[in-house]
C-alpha cells in the first residue's frame, strides 16, 4: 500500500508527540490496571484477620441479625448477609453507619462468640489493592478524582488518536514487517520491530481500553449532552408504583431467600444480601455473580430482590437486560475483563504488561532515534532532551513497579503499627515513585534502571518474605490460607526482573559508547535541549 511521505510524515509525528506526553501515564494506568485484573485474590490476600468467632452457619444469620439490630438500631439503615464468608469477609452479618459526607461511612462486622453473646468489631479493609486501582483509573496522579479523572479521559481520547496515526504509519511496510523481529547491531531497528509487534498485535484490545477510558471519564458529560440533546424537559419515568408489603408480613430467612434466588436464576452464584428500610419496610438486594456472563462491576452483579416474597427482579442482570442496556454492559465487560473467568484474566493481564512494555519500547525509540553518533575518536554530547525523556522513563516506570511492590510488601505489617492504612499504603507508594524519579536524575538513565531493577526486585521478594513472616509469627505480621496465589506471582516475578536487571547492565557495558544508556550519571556536558 502505498501512502504519500509527507502523510506519513505528519502522522508519525502525531503518533510520536502523543506517545511522548502520554506515554508514561499510559505505563502506569496499564502496569496497575493489569494487577487489579485479580483483584478479588489480592483482597483476600490482604485481608487482616478478625477477632470475631467463626461465622455462624446461615441458618443463624436472622438470630445474628436481630441480636445485632437490637443493640445497634443504626444498623437497620444498611446491613448485609453474607452467604460465604471468606478470608476477605470472614463474619456472616455486615453493617455500614455514616460517619460525615454522602459517601463517609464506618463497616462494622458481627458473630456470636462461644457462650452465644454478640460479638462486633470495626472492619479494618486492606485498601492497597484499592490504591492500585485508583492508580490504574487516575493513570497514577496524585490529585483528586474531579482533577485527574477529566486528564485520564484526555489521555485516552491522545492514545486513540495514537493508536489510529500509528497504524497508518505501519500500513506502507504491513506485509514487511508484520512478522519481523530483527534482532543484531541496530538496536534502534530491534526495538521498532517489537514496538510494532507489540502495537500491530493488541491493536484491537487497545482500541478497547482506549474508547472505554474516555466514556468513564466523560460519563457525566455525555448524559448532560444527551439530556440537553434528547430530553429537555427531563426524562419521564414509567415505573409501576410500588406495593407495599402486606401488613404484618416477615422477612424471609435468608436460607429460604438463598433457596428462592437458586431457582430464579439458575448459574447465578449468590455472594450476599443487603438490606435498607425505607418508608416502614425494608427493601433488598442480592448479589452475585454468572461466570457466563460479563458483569459491569469487575467480580459482581447486583439487583432488586423482595425480601419478603423472594421475588428477583432480572432486568438489571447480565443475560436478562434489554438490547440497549447489554450494549452499556458490554462497554465495562470489554474494559474489565469481567468475562470468560480466569483464561481471560490471565489474557487480559498479559495484554495489559505488554501495553505497558510498548510505551517504554516507545520512549526508547525517540531516545535512540535523536542519538548522535560517534563519527570520530571523541565521543558527541547527546541531546539533552533525549537525556531527560531517557530518566524519565526510567524513574516513572520502574518507580511504579517498585512502589506498588514497596506498599503491598508493608501490607501484612502496617495493622498491627498504625491506625490510618490508607494514608500509609498511599503515602508508601508516592515516596518510592518520587524518591525513584529523583535517583534516575542523579545516576542517569543506564545505571538508574539496572538499580531501580534490583530495588523492585527487593520489594517484589519482600511481598512472600512478609506472608512468611506473619506464618512465624514475626512483628506482629500475619498470613492466612489462600495468600499463595499472590505469593507465588510475586515470587516468580523476582527473577524476571532480575534478569531485565542484568540485559540492561550488559547493554550499558557492551552497548553504543555515545548512548545515553552508556555508563554515564550525570546530563551530557554541552548538551541542548534541540
Not at 499510559?26 to 478479588?40: D, H, P, V, W
Not at 530483527?182 to 502495537?199: F, P
Not at 482506549?210 to 414509567?238: K, M, N, R
Not at 469487575?298 to 442496556?325: C, E, F, K
Amino acid at each position: 500500500m502505498k501512502i504519500r511521505s509527507d502523510i506519513i510524515k505528519v502522522y508519525k509525528d502525531v503518533h510520536i508527540w502523543i506517545g511522548i506526553v502520554s506515554g508514561l501515564m499510559l505505563f502506569i494506568a496499564f502496569y496497575a490496571g493489569s494487577i487489579t485484573m485479580f483483584e478479588k485474590p489480592l483482597e483476600r490476600w490482604a485481608a487482616p484477620p478478625s477477632a470475631l468467632a467463626a461465622a455462624p452457619s446461615l441458618q443463624q444469620a436472622d438470630a445474628l441479625v436481630e441480636a445485632v439490630l437490637a443493640e445497634h438500631p443504626k444498623a437497620a439503615s444498611r446491613y448485609f448477609i453474607s452467604v460465604k464468608p471468606g478470608a476477605d469477609q470472614t463474619a456472616r452479618v455486615y453493617w455500614q453507619e455514616r460517619t460525615g459526607g454522602r459517601r463517609q461511612f464506618k463497616e462494622f462486622a458481627a458473630s456470636f462468640g462461644a457462650d452465644g453473646s454478640l460479638q462486633v468489631e470495626q472492619t479494618r479493609k486492606a485498601p492497597v489493592a484499592q490504591l492500585v486501582d485508583t492508580l490504574h483509573q487516575l493513570v497514577g496522579l496524585p490529585f483528586a478524582d474531579a482533577i485527574s479523572r477529566p486528564i485520564m479521559g484526555v489521555v485516552a481520547l491522545a492514545y486513540a488518536v495514537a493508536l489510529i496515526s500509528g497504524l497508518i504509519v505501519l500500513l506502507p511496510t504491513l506485509t514487511k514487517d508484520m512478522f519481523a523481529l530483527r534482532v543484531g547491531k541496530n538496536i534502534k531497528r530491534m526495538w521498532l520491530d517489537a514496538h510494532n509487534a507489540l502495537g500491530l498485535f493488541s491493536l484491537p484490545f487497545h482500541l478497547v481500553i482506549a474508547l472505554t477510558s474516555v466514556v468513564f471519564a466523560f460519563h457525566d458529560q455525555f448524559y448532560d449532552a444527551q439530556d440537553a440533546a434528547v430530553y429537555p424537559t427531563g426524562i419521564e419515568w414509567s415505573e409501576e408504583p410500588h406495593e407495599d408489603p402486606p401488613v404484618g408480613a416477615k422477612l424471609l430467612p435468608a436460607a429460604e431467600l438463598l433457596r428462592r434466588v437458586a431457582v430464579q436464576l439458575p448459574g447465578f452464584e449468590v455472594q450476599s444480601f443487603g438490606f435498607q428500610r425505607k418508608d416502614g419496610h425494608v427493601e433488598a438486594t442480592v448479589t452475585g455473580l454468572d461466570v457466563r456472563h460479563g458483569t459491569r462491576a469487575r467480580l459482581y452483579a447486583s439487583t432488586h430482590l423482595d425480601p419478603y416474597s423472594g421475588q428477583v427482579d432480572p432486568h438489571d442482570l447480565p443475560g436478562h437486560m434489554d438490547g440497549w442496556n447489554e450494549s452499556v454492559n458490554a462497554f465495562f465487560m470489554l474494559h474489565f475483563g469481567s468475562f470468560g473467568g480466569n483464561p481471560v484474566r490471565w489474557l487480559y493481564l498479559l495484554m495489559g504488561l505488554a501495553g505497558a512494555a510498548l510505551f517504554y519500547t516507545g520512549n526508547l525509540l525517540w531516545v535512540e532515534s535523536r542519538r548522535r553518533k560517534r563519527k570520530g575518536p571523541e565521543t558527541p554530547a547527546q541531546k539533552l532532551s533525549g537525556w531527560v525523556l531517557g530518566c524519565l522513563t526510567v524513574g516513572v516506570s520502574l518507580g511504579c513497579v517498585a512502589g506498588i511492590s514497596a506498599s503491598l510488601a508493608a501490607t501484612k505489617w502496617l495493622p498491627a503499627l498504625v491506625d490510618d492504612l490508607k494514608a500509609w499504603h498511599t503515602g508508601i507508594y508516592y515516596a518510592v515513585f518520587v524518591v525513584a524519579i529523583a535517583w534516575a536524575f542523579l545516576r542517569g538513565a543506564s545505571r538508574g534502571a539496572v538499580e531501580l531493577l534490583w530495588a523492585s526486585a527487593v520489594f517484589t521478594l519482600a511481598i512472600p518474605l512478609s506472608s512468611l513472616a506473619g506464618v512465624w509469627g514475626i512483628g506482629g505480621a500475619w498470613s492466612h490460607a489462600g495468600s499463595w496465589p499472590v505469593d507465588v506471582t510475586a515470587l516468580l516475578s523476582v527473577p524476571v526482573m532480575l534478569y531485565i536487571a542484568h540485559r540492561t547492565q550488559r547493554r550499558m557495558q557492551q552497548g553504543h559508547s555515545d548512548s545515553i544508556w552508556a555508563q554515564t550519571t550525570t546530563a551530557p556536558a554541552g548538551s541542548t535541549l534541540a
